[in-house]
């Protein structure tokens, strides 16, 4: 029997719907002449999805036999029953062949299919495997006296009393065993119903966009003006493959009122602050790396004054610039790193360190203690937990989902328990649907009544009809031969054409768009829409080439960055190298302090490596030796090497042993190169080696520090800077714009005259110079873009260090189009400089 909504007023009756999405859109829909009445409270049927009715029923009417399994009591079932088969060490991991499993069990029993009587084929491998899973899982439920919920159908229809009414809406999917629960209700009494929505007579329109970017954005356009005509209205937007993109569909959802837009998708993972919390707990752990300590050292999550917290995130980037951030939270901890941070943070120490303690030497327990544990680390840890109800909840859920593990994994590790959690977290968050406003779909059978406009994209003809989706553990032929959902191209394009005309029938009006690019391959629409009106293409322009109404029309104001009002810059000759490259970025880093996160590398990053060549070539250099004296300081190559590498390495040395004897290997024929080299150049002698002088040049007054100067035959000198890339020359001393400017610096305001600026590349293969020079002083060519009047290219240089010192005092922040490099990555968030680009090639409504 078939009740139309608007007629149904028994609010005691039940109504089963698909899923809970589906509950929340009737109740919503049934609702709508109280919400359109702006009444503050009504009455409503109770609405339960199928599974939670079942589980009420059972509950009711299961006597002795207890509670199903929860589905995340079945799946830790399965993914132990898989992890302990003999076929587990051919898997690639446990958690995809047991949702498999747990999948293909179901569909077994929902077509009334018994387990224990199916054989598998010779050539059915994986049947095989899998009915050997099913007996171990049997076995497991029967000893344990569990019941899993996919026996509750076939065994209630005995135990329930029939009578009184039940409505069904949305529930179309038919299957033996729900048939027959359902007949054998109707054939004893009850009254079933299905509840329908009146037919809407949609205006239908197909949309063509470029790409699935453009086309993302028409759709969230024409959402807003469809909200902005019509503040009442409820839009669906489906975008398939909703979680893949959902940085992009966060970006768009920015310009419609938070309260006003729901994304199915977001997981209680994606809340910061739980998120926080998980990353924290693998501290208690026994492998979490530095990484790890490094994020909870900059969380805003944990408890702390502010001073506390900026001395936490300072620490972090210095300790990123040492080499114990190599090693992992728990080696680091006792090689000092407990220590410091007593010294820096000690609110922070002492609440990392009773946090440990209440972790202590426990190394297995059971979910439901691990429950206990992590709730006290947590809160000696200082965690601020979700600032929302429903969130709090909703962790708490799921710590209580973890303890309810206990019967089913036993004792554990931390790292399983940890594990545990964070599949329990990627559960829907549970947010309650708007009642107005823009609900992101993740599919077309998603969409319940009740909604105004609706627009689904990515409707090509490779996505729609639905390609046939077995399951890959049971035999296509016995999926085939009991009609299993989707195992046949007929039958997935009869659930395809099912879907969308139950859409077509429900929508006021509707939009199906498909983008004519996918990645580098041109697309066709689906045969389903391809006889629908088109929309023209000056309403597709309007669409992808304006803003949503909501958002403000875009305001530029003129920010300038001031004068500099100080004469003397932390930045040093490298503020200057910044100012030619990019002058935005020079202000950010040299004057306002901005600096990027170190980032964590395996081995000696080459900063660090440069660092320890500079180190051991002091050393070894000291004393100002002569040509003739370095011959003889072979020698001290090992005690350089050794006094060098002891600082950086610090107390990681033990820990790092293997990595400190190839660093001993490399800088030892380094400076064995540098050596070799040095014999092949005109006699000189060292003046000085690592010298530190301030250099006023224009405004500015800068603090120099040079690698090397050498004294040559005619009493000239030589300025030497050392590079440790094996690309570095001194290219970037002859362009229009000064980009390296130490060595320039110094030797264009050097009191002595100064006849050679060289750069020495050091490698362990050989020693190689770059540069100007007189003739025959240094082996090799000089560089072809340096002036051969050597006054005259110390005036050049004087010049343009004038003019950058110059750009610099007074506020020059430009970014230069052809040579942004310098402003992206780390610093694009406070350059803006792809937003910049974009407004300079015409493109910013894209942004």
């Avoid at 429950?371 to 909840?393: C, K, Y």
């Avoid at 929309?535 to 309007?542: D, N, P, V």
Wanted: net charge neutral.
């Amino acid at each position: 029997m078939v009740a139309h909504a608007s007629a149904h007023t028994e609010r005691s009756t039940p109504i089963v719907t698909s899923n809970a999405l589906a509950a929340e859109q009737w109740e919503m829909y049934l609702s709508a002449r109280a919400i359109a009445d702006g009444e503050r409270a009504w009455e409503t049927p109770p609405l339960k999805p199928y599974a939670a009715w079942l589980d009420d029923l059972w509950l009711e009417h299961a006597g002795d036999r207890g509670p199903a399994l929860s589905p995340n009591q079945s799946l830790a079932l399965w993914r132990r029953v898989v992890a302990e088969s003999a076929e587990s060490g051919d898997l690639i991991g446990h958690t995809g062949a047991a949702r498999w499993a747990a999948g293909a069990w179901g569909l077994l029993h929902r077509w009334q299919i018994d387990p224990a009587e199916e054989r598998a084929q010779p050539q059915q491998v994986d049947y095989r495997a899998f009915l050997s899973w099913c007996r171990v899982y049997r076995a497991w439920l029967d000893g344990h006296g569990f019941v899993d919920r996919a026996e509750i159908e076939a065994a209630l229809p005995p135990r329930v009393p029939a009578q009184g009414r039940l409505v069904l809406a949305d529930l179309d999917e038919t299957y033996p065993a729900r048939a027959t629960l359902l007949g054998a209700l109707a054939a004893r009494g009850m009254r079933l119903e299905t509840l329908a929505v009146p037919a809407a007579d949609a205006a239908r329109h197909a949309a063509r966009l470029a790409d699935a970017a453009d086309e993302l954005r028409a759709a969230f356009t024409w959402a807003a003006q469809r909200l902005a005509a019509s503040p009442r209205a409820r839009i669906a937007l489906v975008v398939p493959n909703a979680a893949r993109r959902g940085h992009e569909i966060e970006r768009l959802a920015a310009d419609l009122p938070p309260e006003e837009c729901w994304i199915e998708g977001r997981t209680l993972a994606d809340e910061p602050s739980i998120g926080a919390a998980v990353e924290a707990l693998a501290l208690a752990g026994g492998h979490a790396a530095y990484a790890t300590f490094g994020r909870w050292l900059r969380s805003p999550f944990f408890t702390g004054t502010g001073k506390e917290r900026f001395a936490r995130a300072r620490l972090d980037t210095e300790l990123r610039a040492e080499l114990r951030s190599q090693l992992s939270f728990r080696t680091a901890y006792r090689a000092g790193l407990s220590e410091l941070l007593a010294t820096r943070a000690p609110d922070s120490a002492r609440a990392l360190a009773a946090a440990l303690d209440a972790v202590g030497d426990i190394r297995r327990a059971t979910p439901s203690r691990w429950g206990h544990v992590i709730t006290r680390f947590l809160a000696e840890l200082g965690w601020q937990p979700p600032s929302t109800r429903r969130a709090l909840l909703a962790w708490q859920g799921t710590l209580d989902e973890l303890a309810r593990l206990t019967p089913i994994a036993g004792e554990i590790s931390l790292d399983a328990a940890l594990a545990e959690l964070k599949r329990l977290l990627e559960r829907s968050t549970g947010a309650p649907l708007p009642v107005r406003g823009v609900h992101v779909l993740a599919r077309v059978d998603d969409v319940g009544p009740g909604y105004d406009a609706v627009w689904v994209t990515g409707f090509t003809d490779a996505a729609w009809p639905q390609p046939p989706q077995g399951n890959p553990l049971l035999p296509l032929a016995l999926q085939r031969a009991h009609g299993m959902p989707y195992s046949t191209p007929r039958d997935a394009q009869e659930r395809s054409a099912h879907a969308l005309d139950r859409l077509v029938r429900r929508s006021r009006e509707l939009v199906i768009s498909w983008p004519a690019r996918v990645y580098d391959y041109e697309t066709e629409p689906s045969p389903a829409i391809r006889d629908w009106p088109v929309l023209a293409a000056h309403q597709i322009e309007a669409l992808t080439a304006g803003r949503p109404l909501r958002t403000a029309a875009r305001e530029t104001l003129a920010d300038r960055a001031p004068p500099l009002e100080a004469t003397r810059l932390a930045g040093g000759t490298g503020a200057l190298g910044r100012q030619a490259r990019c002058p935005l970025r020079a202000f950010y880093q040299d004057r306002l302090g901005a600096r990027q996160l170190e980032p964590l590398a395996f081995g000696v990053p080459a900063r660090l490596r440069g660092i320890a060549v500079h180190r051991a070539a002091e050393s070894l250099l000291a004393g100002e030796p002569t040509q003739a004296e370095l011959a003889a300081k072979g020698g001290a190559v090992a005690p350089s090497v050794e006094r060098a590498l002891a600082k950086l390495f610090g107390r990681a040395r033990p820990h790092l042993a293997a990595l400190y004897e190839l660093e001993v290997e490399q800088l030892q024929r380094t400076l064995a190169a540098l050596l070799r080299a040095e014999l092949t150049r005109a006699p000189f002698r060292v003046r000085a080696v690592e010298q530190r002088s301030s250099v006023a040049i224009g405004p500015l007054t800068l603090d120099v520090r040079i690698d090397r100067v050498d004294e040559l035959a005619d009493g000239t000198l030589a300025i030497v800077d050392y590079k440790t890339s094996e690309r570095a020359t001194s290219g970037e001393w002859f362009g229009p714009r000064l980009r390296d400017a130490q060595v320039p610096l110094y030797a264009s305001q050097s009191a002595e005259r100064v006849s050679a600026a060289v750069v020495a590349r050091l490698t362990p293969a050989e020693a190689r110079y770059f540069g100007f020079w007189p003739e025959a002083t240094f082996p090799g060519r000089t560089a072809k873009g340096a002036n051969p009047d050597t006054q005259a290219q110390l005036a050049v240089w004087r010049t343009q260090l004038e003019e950058l010192a110059a750009e610099l005092a007074r506020g020059d922040a430009r970014i230069f189009v052809d040579d942004y490099d310098d402003a992206s990555g780390a610093y694009a968030p406070l350059t803006r400089v792809f937003e910049q680009l974009a407004l300079t090639r015409g493109s910013a409504a894209r942004w």
